[in-house]
């Protein structure tokens, strides 16, 4: 790879074994000289890694599910996990959280063969962990326990999944630590800030952003539970993967007799794109806390979209490369305005997802630190990245490249997303390529259609009024943005979302 | 923290633990390292290395500053950070002593005016006195000036900003971070395999070379990072406060991020002398796990962190010892929290007899079958969650127990509640089949511990600063010999009313 100055007598080498024995005979030389002046001038082996191909451990079961095996014999564990189409994306209108509180009482419920304590004292005793969750798309069960215990494990977290007993008094219980949970909504500002900002990118509406309320978790019954659970959890809506110490057939045998006579429904639909639009402006939430928080942003792209690649580059250099990122050494360490400023692109594979920047900050320098990330996304669509700022960002695409498939679980939850979402075949493959190949124009083209400040909603939680006027220097007001209009949101009640006052 | 690590050492049973094999050597300027060789995470290696210090080190006046450290840690040497070393050397001479200058003025006119009442802050710039706002001009400018962004434009800047990091971010070097607790200073990345010679290079020019590079503008980041963590949560505040009340004379009483005038006040010269004293090859350790050839790491550590040079004074030893508590404390907080109750009570310092039982005792308390959400969540339906945690620390231990209420109840249900169910476990053994349990969980964690290079990474580091790596080995043996009369005893020795201090929330009315 091009991003390694090797001698050239490591140059010539392919073999790893060879390239050790020659490295041990020369480091002894090494010992005497002066080290390196800078890390400049340290030669490096040369690493190849290619990634792993799904093909090599996709497997499909007689009745059609698809299964991707690792085996792995370091440790005498097996991580086991489906992943089931459909999550949050399947909450029908007036009953949001309906997935999570299915998945949630999946695992909470017991089986039609245990009462949920009884099947609770099992799992333990065997050391097995088992977890069930929705995402915004997904819903997952995950099984880690020892090898020795497989058997019995498994069969328990089938019934689990297969026959689940949603029992009464647990779902009593479970709501009410729910409604526990509700009442804190406010209580941290940052969890004001990922409710309304949700709100404010894809309308209260949309799946993503909508929210239980305590009367629609109150009123929602055992059998909205079974039904959700008739969608989501059959053999025609999953993918299994298993990594650890077992052996490839006996667990192929395994999974066929554990899916035989589990009858296999429709796909889960794909979700629903949003449909309302993100109005650009300056929104606030009151919350008494020293510190504003904020974040800038609007949709963004899909994941095929072709700008994905350059849109990652670019997201890199503003924010998301940590120190060396552009928001960090502007904000955090030149001017001391906050601990940690950050940007974030997400792509949906449906629907667009989000751009957006953040920070925190005390309340007087909010205004100042919002200046330097506009300063920053225009100078991004008016200027050519600097050439070291591309390198920089490229390098380090490429070379943590492998850290994607670095563990047998992390590259097989890679193969059943792609497959999920029919990723094309080859995109790991020239991945590393297609990061090499764009340019600085590319990125400047991107800037200014993915990222106009323009465009831009700026959500501020905190003390509106001990922000709006800016720093004691008077270097910037909230004033200066989109003509100092706001719109002040209200805080919502955090049992029924409804205004307060 | 290290209680929570050390519970997840738990190990034993039908099943033989697992023992890390860890090769260990030292250095003769006396830096010793720790390898561990494995190849399931291919092509990547976790390294770093910890200084054994942490705010339990400090004293009142530089509070934090163990923690004020490791930002100073990743400002550069005299190589890396800047492309004019001499000249950035004058710079940091100069803010130093219009700094201290400036410390001067607040500790004596400005705190002066403050004990009077004349003003609200000493520290606050729009208090200053005219002399004051000069001075601090003068520091701004040069500030400025060092990073190319004052007078004199970028021509007069010394400053390559975070080059450190980008170093790191173009070789493929991920999760780059620090942290530091009560006890330790933990630096680590994770690096591509064959990056493991510039690892080497950039840790040892820093430990060998380091510049407190932007000491006095970093302190603003880390007041933000205060209002981040502390003041701007829920409850943070008050666990600072609660903190401060559970410990009488132990250093652990302070927090780690340091008290705000502390942070303020550090001088150059106590950084310097801070370093000399805990920064020396002697009180540091390094760790390498992942994918590596011990053989060729070793030498090439060796020939790195050899350039270290030996410190003339030993780490003073910390001799204030945590004194007897003799009645029981309470604190009643009213924020924007759920009502809740946390009680807490003083224990025993890591690798003490009793803290494996007490260990076990936070175990058969925690997860979905244990005494605390069979007892209080399902049972008597009083809280939404329950947890206890056994934090035994270098030099002392304490033991919490904390709850959230549901519905109608209130934190004395909550407390209520836990008498009782302590009581049962002072009054009879724990069942067996209850410890079994307990026991085979702990004994999977042994392996799920090690599912992760970074996860062996953090638990070496905090066994072997404060008690030896062999404990991540030896402890799975000493759970699985606690016996249900161990539980029984410990119960009944540390959890007493005079020993304990308790901390009622309550959500305050809008």
């Known amino acids: 790879m091009r991003l390694l100055r090797p001698f050239p007598v490591r140059l010539a080498l392919s073999a790893g074994l060879l390239l050790i024995v020659t490295n041990r005979s020369s480091l002894a030389a090494e010992a005497t000289l002066p080290l390196p002046a800078r890390p400049e001038a340290i030669a490096f082996p040369p690493l190849a890694f290619e990634p792993p191909s799904a093909a090599a451990f996709r497997h499909v079961l007689s009745e059609g599910t698809v299964v991707f095996l690792a085996p792995s014999h370091e440790l005498p564990l097996i991580n086991l996990s489906i992943t089931f189409k459909g999550g949050r994306s399947l909450d029908p209108a007036g009953n949001p959280g309906l997935a999570s509180l299915t998945a949630r009482l999946v695992r909470e419920g017991g089986t039609a063969r245990k009462p949920a304590a009884e099947f609770d004292e099992e799992l333990d005793f065997l050391a097995t962990d088992v977890a069930v969750s929705a995402t915004d798309t997904f819903t997952t069960a995950t099984m880690n326990c020892l090898a020795s215990t497989f058997d019995d494990s498994f069969r328990l977290f089938l019934d689990m999944l297969r026959e689940p007993a949603f029992d009464a008094d647990r779902l009593e219980t479970t709501k009410a630590r729910l409604l526990a949970q509700l009442a804190q909504r406010n209580d941290d500002a940052t969890s004001i800030m990922g409710r309304e900002w949700k709100r404010l990118a894809f309308g209260p509406d949309h799946f993503s952003a909508a929210e239980p309320t305590a009367a629609s978790v109150e009123a929602t019954s055992r059998e909205q539970l079974q039904e959700m659970h008739r969608r989501i959890f059959h053999p025609g809506n999953m993918i299994v993967a298993v990594s650890g110490d077992f052996d490839e057939a006996t667990m192929l045998a395994a999974l066929e007799r554990a899916l035989a006579g589990w009858s296999r429904g429709p796909e889960a639909p794909a979700p629903a794109a949003p449909v309302a639009e993100l109005k650009p402006g300056v929104y606030h939430v009151p919350k008494d806390i020293p510190q504003g928080k904020v974040l800038i942003g609007k949709r963004s792209i899909t994941r095929d979209d072709p700008d994905d690649i350059p849109l990652t580059l670019l997201n890199e250099i503003l924010g998301a490369g940590g120190f060396t990122s552009r928001l960090m050494q502007k904000i955090r360490s030149n001017e001391g305005l906050a601990y940690s400023a950050r940007s974030v692109v997400t792509a949906n594979v449906e629907y667009p997802g989000i751009f957006y920047a953040g920070f925190e900050s005390k309340n007087a320098t909010v205004a100042l630190a919002t200046k330097i990330v506009f300063d920053e996304l225009r100078s991004l669509s008016d200027e050519l990245v600097t050439e070291d700022e591309l390198e920089t960002a490229k390098k380090s695409l490429i070379e943590t490249f492998p850290r994607q498939f670095e563990s047998k679980p992390k590259t097989l939850g890679v193969f059943v997303n792609d497959e999920w979402t029919k990723r094309p075949a080859d995109y790991w493959k020239t991945f590393r390529d297609k990061v090499a190949a764009v340019t600085r124009e590319d990125l400047r083209r991107v800037a200014r259609k993915h990222l106009d400040p323009a465009e831009m909603a700026i959500l501020v939680v905190g003390d509106w009024e001990a922000i709006a006027a800016g720093d004691l220097d008077k270097r910037a007001s909230m004033g200066e943005f989109f003509d100092g209009k706001v719109t002040h949101l209200p805080l919502r009640d955090p049992l029924t979302l409804e205004p307060l006052e | ?510």
């Not at chain 2, 390294?47 to 163990?66: M, Y």
């Not at chain 2, 005016?113 to 400018?141: H, S, Y």
């Not at chain 2, 001088?267 to 000399?276: H, L, R, V």
């Open chain 2, 1 to 510: 923290m290290i209680g929570c690590l050390l519970a997840a050492c738990i190990g034993g049973t039908p099943l033989p633990a697992q023992q890390v094999a860890v090769e260990e050597f030292t250095l003769p300027n006396g830096m010793q390292f720790l390898l561990v060789p494995r190849s399931d995470q291919p092509d990547v290696v976790s390294a770093g290395w910890v200084a054994r210090v942490g705010s339990v080190n400090e004293r009142p006046g530089i509070t934090g500053i163990s923690h004020f450290f490791e930002h100073m840690m990743f400002k550069g040497t005299g190589t890396i950070g800047t492309r004019d070393p001499a000249k950035d050397a004058r710079y940091r001479a100069e803010q130093q002593a219009v700094r201290d200058e400036i410390n001067q003025l607040v500790w004596t006119r400005q705190y002066d005016r403050f004990f009077k009442g004349e003003i609200d802050d000493p520290w606050d710039p729009a208090n200053d006195t005219q002399q004051l706002r000069v001075l601090r001009g003068r520091l701004d400018a040069l500030i400025k000036a060092q990073q190319g962004r004052g007078a004199g434009g970028p021509d007069a800047g010394t400053i390559v900003k975070d080059e450190f990091d980008q170093v790191y971010t173009r070789a493929g070097g991920s999760g780059m971070n620090a942290f530091t607790t009560y006890d330790i200073t933990c630096y680590f990345i994770t690096i591509p395999s064959n990056k493991l010679e510039l690892w080497a290079w950039m840790e040892s020019d820093r430990l060998h070379d380091s510049v407190f590079r932007e000491f006095y503008s970093e302190r603003d980041v880390v007041h933000e990072e205060r209002r981040l963590r502390t003041e701007s949560t829920p409850t943070g505040k008050f666990e600072e406060q609660f903190d401060a009340m559970f410990w009488a004379s132990s250093g652990y009483s302070w927090p780690v991020i340091g008290w705000p005038s502390d942070l303020n006040s550090y001088t150059f010269d106590q950084a310097q002398e801070y370093w000399n004293v805990y920064y020396r090859p002697k009180n540091l350790f390094g760790i390498v796990v992942g994918d590596f050839d011990p053989v060729i790491a070793k030498q090439m550590i060796s020939r790195y962190f050899s350039r270290l040079v030996p410190g003339d004074r030993e780490p003073p030893p910390v001799v204030t010892l945590e004194v007897p508590q003799l009645a029981e404390q309470r604190m009643i907080a009213d924020g924007d929290f759920p009502p809740g109750i946390e009680l807490r009570y003083h224990t025993v310092p890591a690798g003490h007899v009793d803290s494996y039982p007490l260990d076990m005792l936070a175990e058969l308390l925690n997860e979905r079958t244990g005494r605390l959400f069979t007892g209080l969540v399902e049972g008597r339906g009083i809280a939404a969650t329950a947890g206890a945690a056994s934090d035994t620390r270098k030099y002392a231990g304490l033991f919490a127990v904390s709850a959230h209420a549901r519905g109608e109840a209130t934190p004395a249900d909550l407390e209520a509640a836990w008498y009782e169910e302590l009581a049962r476990l002072q009054d009879a053994d724990v069942p067996d089949r209850e410890l079994r349990k307990v026991k085979n969980r702990l004994a999977a964690e042994n392996y799920r511990r090690l599912e992760s290079n970074m996860s062996l990474f953090i638990q070496l580091a905090f066994a072997e600063a404060i008690l030896d790596w062999r404990e991540i080995n030896d402890a799975p043996a000493k759970y699985e010999a606690v016996t249900a009369a161990d539980i029984r005893r410990v119960a009944r020795t540390y959890f007493t009313p005079t020993n304990r201090s308790v901390a009622i929330y309550r959500r305050q009315a809008n």
